[in-house]
Antibody, heavy 123, light 111 residues
């Protein structure tokens, strides 16, 4: 059974940094594109970033470009999201998910999701 | 404001059928088959229910079905059950920025 478990969330001050992790198990992690999707409190979903199965391609929503970095360790079956220069508007539950379908470089379907980790940016 | 428009809430009684709409534009919902529906219980992760407009992943009840007309896609749940009470989100590929966009979500209440 596919399982994804996020960790690393917490309370951070504006301008601070945080690194999220997502531990994968139950499937061949190294062949899947992976993604991060976030959900602000009481709000809808927002795609954040994608990474190709081998880590050679990475794509971001405009609002996090230059601040967030997605990466992966296929040996340890881990997905990461390094978040720098955090803003209040980055406050959200961050989910990692497997990408079920890629169109060009766009992930258009998210098949399996973790339970999420809450990031709160506040002074 | 979300790129795709969903009603904030929908309700129905057990056994009834309900439909949740998701309206976009000719740059997203109306143009591509890369359209999905997700179910989310409070405090839980989203679950893929429908993909490519009409397809159900393995394990999803056939009470859930998807359709599209023009720039509006719909999720229909037949034989409504208490366990269907959840939030539902639509998503679509958009050629505006070659990203995926989501709707604002619809809260389904089973009365």
């Amino acid at each position: 059974e596919m399982q994804l478990v996020e960790s690393g969330g917490g309370l951070v001050q504006p301008g601070g940094s945080l690194r999220l992790s997502c531990a994968a198990s139950g499937f061949t992690f190294s062949v899947w594109w992976m993604t991060w999707v976030r959900q602000a409190p009481g709000k809808g979903l927002e795609w954040v970033a994608n990474i190709k199965h081998d880590g050679s391609e990475k794509y971001y929503v405009d609002s996090v470009k230059g601040r967030f970095t997605i990466s992966r360790d296929n040996t340890r079956e881990l997905l990461y999201l390094q978040m720098n220069s955090l803003r209040a508007e980055d406050t959200a539950v961050y989910y990692c998910a497997t990408v079920g379908h890629i169109v060009g470089v766009t992930a258009v379907r998210f098949d399996s999701w973790g339970q999420g980790t809450l990031v709160t940016v506040s002074s | 404001q979300s790129a795709l428009t969903q009603p904030a809430s929908v309700s129905g009684s057990p056994g009834q059928s309900i439909t949740i709409s998701c309206t976009g534009t000719s740059s997203d919902v109306g143009a591509y088959d890369y359209f999905s529906w997700y179910q989310q219980y409070p405090g839980n992760a989203p679950k893929l229910m429908i993909y490519d407009v009409t397809n159900r992943p393995s394990g999803v009840s056939n009470r859930f079905s998807g359709s599209r007309s023009g720039n509006t896609a719909s999720l229909t749940i037949s034989g409504l059950q208490a366990e269907d009470e959840a939030d539902y989100y639509c998503s679509s590929y958009t050629s505006n920025n070659n990203h995926v966009v989501f709707g604002g979500g619809t809260k389904l209440a089973v009365l």
